[in-house]
């Protein structure tokens, strides 16, 4: 039993392969048939497509040798909890290269072989960097425009900066400070 319980785990430390594997092929389809859709979501879908072939996996290699439903279903939990902290380690280790503006400079300076300043801000400069980001939030409907303002759009981005601002401070971070502050008229 030792040896297959074994198997079950590195089969789950295979997650972020499977997500991968699911993410070279869907973003290709996404380009192919220009589907608008945001980098992140394509991966987030590929981590939720990825529970089916784990899990049947899972089930030919570990689960179906367990005796009692009690072992099963804490074995399925134990699955469940590793596979989704590795899908969203995958998704935040793709987000930052997704946008992250020194990874993209790198990347930059890395495909031309040599640029000036210059040519890095042409290529990425700081209106680019937020129209691209405030597009995102649009499309991942974080923030939402109502005339000429952004505005929240519901209230998970406010609890995860609650919960990002709490950690901070349990690691002794100082508070980040607000970029923009209304004056009474």
């Not at 295979?14 to 220009?34: D, E, K, Q, V």
């Amino acid at each position: 039993m030792v040896s297959v319980m074994l198997q079950y785990l590195m089969l789950l430390t295979c997650t972020p392969l499977l997500i991968f594997i699911l993410h070279m092929g869907a973003a290709r389809i996404f380009m192919r048939y220009n589907f608008d859709m945001p980098n992140q979501v394509i991966v987030i879908i590929c981590s939720l497509v990825g529970h089916m072939p784990m899990a049947a996996a899972i089930w030919v290699v570990y689960l179906r040798y367990l005796t009692t439903p009690v072992e099963l279903v804490w074995a399925a939990v134990f699955g469940l909890i590793v596979y989704n902290a590795l899908a969203y380690g995958y998704f935040h280790i793709f987000n930052m290269s997704e946008t992250a503006r020194r990874i993209r400079i790198l990347y930059e300076i890395y495909t031309s072989k040599k640029l000036k300043a210059s040519d890095i801000t042409s290529v990425y400069s700081g209106k680019d960097m937020l129209t691209i980001r405030l597009k995102r939030l649009l499309s991942l409907r974080q923030i939402r425009l109502s005339g000429n303002r952004y505005l929240p759009d519901g209230r998970l981005p406010y609890y995860a900066a609650k919960i990002v601002a709490g950690w901070g401070r349990i690691l002794g971070f100082a508070p980040p400070q607000a970029v923009y502050h209304r004056t009474k008229q």
